[in-house]
């Protein structure tokens, strides 16, 4: 049988002896407070993930008020010609970079889906990189699946899911297809991360059979997203490239909703 979130919370997350503090779990900060603090906290203590293809770091951070963590990322590699990947897929001039990070979160932030962690531009010891706030006592989603976990409310999660699946196609982001990028908190919150091999330059969407519904409210920020608005808030990170093709998915995604409500009916494509 499965076990529920209540069930959850009294065994712990991932293994851990038992649950966190309801206040040290999920975002701790969100907003333009995390991203102050992200920007201006000195690093008391390193240390490595030793996890994952970016060899990605733990940073803890204090203020002098609040003592909270981050993960640090600084790949910034392109690959010309063909690139195989280990998961699965072949791609042509394949760009992995911490910028990537930070363009998702500003992406995020325009559509209003709340699934990025807040994530900062920063530099240390004379190297940029990403600084993305820590989500605290949460598991994967290849963790939930594992010890066969279920969701509270069914129809909340389906909602936050293809949020991140859009998220994924809109961002091209070659990495969807892990599920250990997919967070999940001990409210049951999904959270999007690892989008450093995303952003790439073409204008065809990977896989338009993974959207089937969308929210409403997220497709009028889609339409309402021009060049000049994308220009500001995304090229200190993303290339006129990049921008262009990914203005080019976004017309995809709203053809491709505009045809499933004709098909379907606006009740079973649509929702608040």
Do not use: C
């Given at each position: ?20 503090a ?24 390193k ?20 003592t909270?963590?981050?993960v ?20 042509v001039?394949?760009?992995d ?8 979160y500003?992406l ?17 010891d ?21 010890k066969?976990l279920?969701?509270?409310d ?8 293809y949020?991140?699946?859009l ?11 892990n599920i250990?990028n997919?967070l ?5 919150h ?20 993974d ?11 889609l ?8 220009d500001?808030?995304?090229?200190p ?27 379907r ?8």
């Amino acid at each position: 049988m499965k076990r529920s979130l209540a069930v959850a919370l009294l065994v712990g997350w991932a293994g851990a002896s038992q649950a966190p503090a309801q206040d040290t779990v999920g975002l701790p900060l969100r907003g333009e407070a995390a991203e102050t603090f992200l920007k201006t906290a000195e690093v008391v203590r390193k240390k490595g993930l030793g996890q994952g293809i970016t060899l990605s770091d733990q940073y803890t951070l204090s203020d002098g008020t609040r003592t909270l963590k981050a993960v640090w990322k600084t790949i910034d590699e392109f690959k010309r010609g063909i690139t195989r990947l280990e998961g699965g897929g072949v791609f042509v001039d394949l760009a992995d970079s911490w910028k990537h990070e930070v363009a998702s979160y500003e992406l995020d932030k325009l559509l209003g889906t709340g699934l990025v962690p807040p994530t900062v531009e920063r530099t240390f010891d004379r190297k940029k990189g990403s600084l993305q706030m820590w989500v605290e006592g949460a598991m994967t989603e290849a963790d939930r699946k594992q010890k066969k976990l279920d969701p509270p409310d069914t129809e909340a999660w389906n909602r936050q899911m293809y949020s991140v699946r859009l998220l994924h196609q809109l961002t091209y982001n070659t990495d969807s297809r892990n599920i250990r990028n997919v967070l999940i908190d001990p409210a049951f919150h999904i959270y999007a991360i690892d989008f450093s091999r995303a952003f790439l330059s073409y204008p065809q969407l990977p896989s338009e059979k993974d959207l089937s519904r969308f929210s409403r409210p997220v497709l009028a920020a889609l339409k309402a997203l021009d060049r000049p608005t994308l220009d500001a808030r995304l090229s200190p990170w993303l290339t006129g490239v990049q921008i262009e093709t990914l203005l080019k998915r976004r017309d995809k995604v709203l053809a491709l909703a505009e045809r499933l409500v004709r098909e379907r009916g606006e009740a079973a494509v649509l929702y608040d």
